[in-house]
Nanobody, 122 residues
Framework: QVRLVESGGSSVQAGGSLRLSCVAS????????LGWFRQAPGKEREGLASIAVNGMISYADSIKGRFTISQDDAESTLYLQMNNVKPEDTAMYYC????????????????WGQGTQVTVSL
């Protein structure tokens, strides 16, 4: 079974914090890389952060310094700590898993969750 289930999204005020969680099935969690993405209405899906099996962590410039990706292997859970959120962070947030290095570097993730909504107000 392959499953990724996000949670933690809510409505928050600008400057506040949120912690998103993604509980993954064993198979999904053991893929080459796990990542967080977001998509706002009318905009392309944007990669935010990823963790590869070798421990390499990557962040998009738009969120670097504000968001932190982490994982808990014992719980097969991926996290995204979001601090100092801004209205432009409003989007549906997804976690996903990439099958291998080749796909990961191209941003191709094979397995996706259903998303969790984050809304940031002024």
């Amino acid at each position: 079974q392959v499953r990724l289930v996000e949670s933690g999204g809510s409505s928050v005020q600008a400057g506040g914090s949120l912690r998103l969680s993604c509980v993954a099935s064993r198979y999904a969690y053991s893929r080459y890389a796990l990542g967080w993405f977001r998509q706002a209405p009318g905009k392309e899906r944007e990669g935010l952060a990823s963790i590869a099996v070798n421990g390499m962590i990557s962040y998009a410039d738009s969120i670097k310094g504000r968001f932190t990706i982490s994982q808990d292997d014992a719980e097969s859970t991926l996290y995204l700590q979001m601090n100092n959120v801004k209205p432009e962070d409003t989007a549906m947030y997804y976690c996903a898993a990439a099958e291998d290095y080749r796909d990961a570097i191209k941003g191709i993730y094979h397995y996706w969750g259903q998303g969790t909504q984050v809304t940031v107000s002024l």
